[in-house]
């Protein structure tokens, strides 16, 4: 009786480490993705790529644009895409993830850019009712 309690004890145990190690790897990852643009974003030359997740419901209509007046040179966006949400509510909403890319020039010397994102219905151009703008700055060589 008592091996069986800590067999059971032991897998317990083994199970409980894994879903931590497991949850390491997941917010290792993740510490690229930002929603928050009252955050400064710092981009390494080693991990040149970041993500904007926003949160959206394009039931409604809105989507979230980027506006185009930003670097180019500096910044290439790479992927867009909506991810609807776990619930099965009606009408929930999702987040819209944005990755982008520095290029290699934009380490040469630290640099700073803006990237402003619009909440809105297409068709209406004139109304902006949600704007967020992130502040990116390229490093290299700081720890």
């Known amino acids: 009786m008592m091996k069986k309690i800590i ?3 032991a897998v317990f145990s083994l199970s409980f480490t894994s879903i931590a190690l497991c949850a390491e790897d997941k917010t290792a990852k993740d510490n690229r993705i930002f929603s928050d643009p009252s955050k400064t ?4 030359k080693e991990n040149p790529t970041f993500t904007l997740n926003l949160r959206s419901n394009p039931t409604t209509g809105f989507i979230w644009v980027l ?3 930003y670097s180019h040179d500096m910044i290439s966006a790479v992927n867009h895409a909506f991810h609807a949400p776990d619930s099965k509510l009606l009408g929930a ?3 819209e993830s944005f990755e982008f890319k520095m290029s290699g020039g934009a380490f040469v010397v630290p640099q700073v850019t803006q990237l402003t994102l619009y909440y809105m219905r297409p068709w209406v151009v004139a ?3 949600q704007k967020m703008t992130f502040t990116i700055v390229s490093v ?3 720890n």
């Open 93 to 95: 909403p999702g987040y």
């Open 140 to 142: 290299s060589g700081i």
């Open 127 to 129: 109304n902006h009712p």
């Open 67 to 69: 506006q185009g007046d």
């Open 7 to 9: 067999l059971t004890s």
């Open 41 to 44: 974003i710092l981009v390494k």
